[in-house]
């Protein structure tokens, strides 16, 4: 069979695109700072350099899966409950990460008992069970020494009210000394009602104590999506690979939803720093470092958005959930008020792509990155608007919490 010569073209011209991606400089354009969550709802973008990389030791990095460098607490001797901790998990996946984190670390310094938590949607009175997107199971027992979890209370302790805590993201040990414990010891049970006044997810060093190596169990050990949720995105992130493997190509999932867009209105700040990117820049901005209409691309919008035309445009294989998600499973994960499933399926896909790309700064870019570095996939490539002059593959944008190793994540891992 006679071979066409630009068959031969393309294929040298993929090998040599990504070639070249793997040596660009590593710039992150935006970065994790901190600030208001009515403001950006999380990180904003920053543009900042780092060190260049060969395309060997990017390459390398990408595939190295890290191994812990921290040690599951030392189980306390048994002693009589000192009281009860109680919270709920509120927002998508990437809060209920840090939501547990916070109260895991302080049961675990209280030496209080958990109540496994509820979860609770975004409108009044809609709630779900933990197991409704969690595996229960994995939870107590990747906690057991460390916490201990009962799914109900006492009735004698059910039948009171709980003091209600406030606790800002990434409780520290002072904050719990000076706030939390006073009034668990008048009051011991308690309710902790999380709130994110700033999104900090860089690293502060290797943990050395036993609330460190806590918080590090509960981030990364301890949460799992329910069998369900993970056969529903598994299907999904195969059928994403086999299109793109029919290419030569990768899969990139873009964390980009037309209603958070347009909330945020996606205008530079008076920093000079964008909270978001639009899908005509999202599209810009994946054709200046390299890729083409071969690749295939996930959002996490559920539903498609006139808006989105211009991105499937310049790249034809672009999804949604509404695309993706199996036929028999649609009525259950795409229904009206199903937002935390949605979010689950974007977590998980989101965290296993071959390349991501958050279009909206915030806190599902920070624990998704999270994720990714814990993993090994540590191709993760922050926007920016490349003027129109600049060449093809000039420069690589690769996020600060990998080119500077600046995530919470490194401390938990190496």
Known sequence: MAVDPRQLVAGFLTIAMFAMLGNMIKRDHFDSVKVSLQETSGVQFDALKSKDKSATQVSKESSLELKPCWAKPVPKETEQSKGFITF???????????????????????????????????????????EDLYDADKFTTSLIGVVKVVKELPSEVTAENPAVVRVPNRV???????????????????????????????????????????????????????????????????????????????????DLRVDVLEKKGCKEKGNGKKPCYTPMEIRDFLKKVGFNSDHTIYLTQTWWHESLNPLKEMFPKTYTKDDLVPAEKKAHFLQSGGAELQRALDFQICSKSDVFVPAIAGLFY???????????????????????SSPIASSNFISTYVSKKNHLAYSCFC
């Open 88 to 130: 709920s998990l509120t927002g998508g996946p990437e809060h209920h990460v840090s939501q547990v984190t916070d109260a895991v670390v302080i049961a675990r310094y209280l030496g209080a008992i958990l109540l496994l938590p509820d979860i609770r949607g975004s409108e009044l009175g809609q709630k779900r069970n933990f």
């Open 172 to 254: 520290a040990k002072d904050f719990i000394i000076n706030n939390i414990e006073p009034i668990f010891q008048t009051k011991s049970y308690l309710r902790l009602a999380s709130f994110f006044p700033s999104i900090n997810l860089k690293a502060k060093g290797k943990p050395n104590t036993d609330l460190d190596s806590t918080a590090c169990l509960a981030m990364f050990g301890s949460l799992e999506m329910k069998q369900e949720i993970l056969e529903v995105s598994d299907r999904m992130i195969e059928r994403l690979k086999i299109l793109s493997r029919n290419s030569g190509s990768q899969f990139i999932a873009v």
């Open 366 to 388: 920070g624990n998704v990155a999270g994720k990714r570095i814990a993993s090994g996939r540590t191709q993760i490539l922050v926007p920016s608007q490349v003027p129109s």
